[in-house]
């Protein structure tokens, strides 16, 4: 039996595995969103890199998918990354108040040493581990959408990510997702608000949505 379309004031919560394409359509024979979920009508709001993990929404809303992602919004997003080293209190307040990469200085962020997240599941395959050389977790929410942005951030300070998860974008949280699964939550009213206004008209079209321009 197949499913019925995802209302427009309801997103659905995937926890991202490792290694997979934060799309539907194959490519190169690499795993995608399609081996964990079936709900028809529905596309990534924004993105995950292949080698990242955690917390990636969907919606059939392209309205809905537009207010998400659009830098504009400032959309928090949160993200426990395992870098190699034991960081210093000068690292983390350099990723507080931006690093410089090559396309520009980052805007402020919130970043703290944190232990090892709760019920934390194993990556499969785990990081490779470096003989005498500790690991530390931090939580960095940003603001941003540049691509690797948290990697980049992270070595700019000296401090490699080995692992990334992403926990939290704005309103909605991981929870106990394990990898692989997913659930439908509600969109606040705040966000179906912005997300109806005439300032963007999008439509899905080959798994993703695009913004149709308008002459000025």
Not at 19 to 41: C, D, M, N, R, Y
Not at 99 to 105: I, Q, R, T
Not at 185 to 193: E, R
Request: aromatic content about 6%; overall charge positive.
């Amino acid at each position: 039996m197949s499913k019925s379309p995802l209302p427009s004031k309801r997103v659905i919560l995937l926890n991202k595995p490792f290694q997979v394409l934060s799309q539907f359509s194959p490519h190169e024979g690499k795993t995608t969103l399609a081996e964990f979920i079936e709900q028809p009508g529905i596309y990534p709001a924004g993105r995950l890199d292949f080698d990242s993990e955690g917390l990636l929404l969907l919606t059939g809303d392209g309205q809905l998918q537009h207010r998400l992602t659009d830098p504009r919004h400032k959309l928090p997003k949160t993200y426990w990354a395992q870098v190699e080293g034991e960081v210093s209190q000068q690292a983390l307040q350099r990723l507080q108040t931006g690093v410089v990469l090559k396309d520009g200085k980052t805007k402020p962020a919130r970043a703290v040493a944190i232990p090892e997240p709760h019920r934390l599941w194993q990556r499969n395959p785990p990081i490779r581990y470096r003989a005498n050389i500790p690991t530390t977790w931090i939580e960095l929410t940003i603001t941003e959408g540049r691509n690797r942005q948290v990697r980049r951030m992270t070595a700019a300070v000296g401090y490699p990510t080995l692992r990334l998860i992403r926990c939290a974008i704005g309103p909605w949280s991981i929870g106990n997702l394990q990898p692989g699964e997913h659930r439908e939550n509600t969109v606040p009213h705040d966000l179906l608000q912005s997300s109806g206004s005439k300032t963007a008209r999008t439509s899905p079209r080959r798994g993703r949505y695009y913004q149709r321009s308008r002459a000025r």
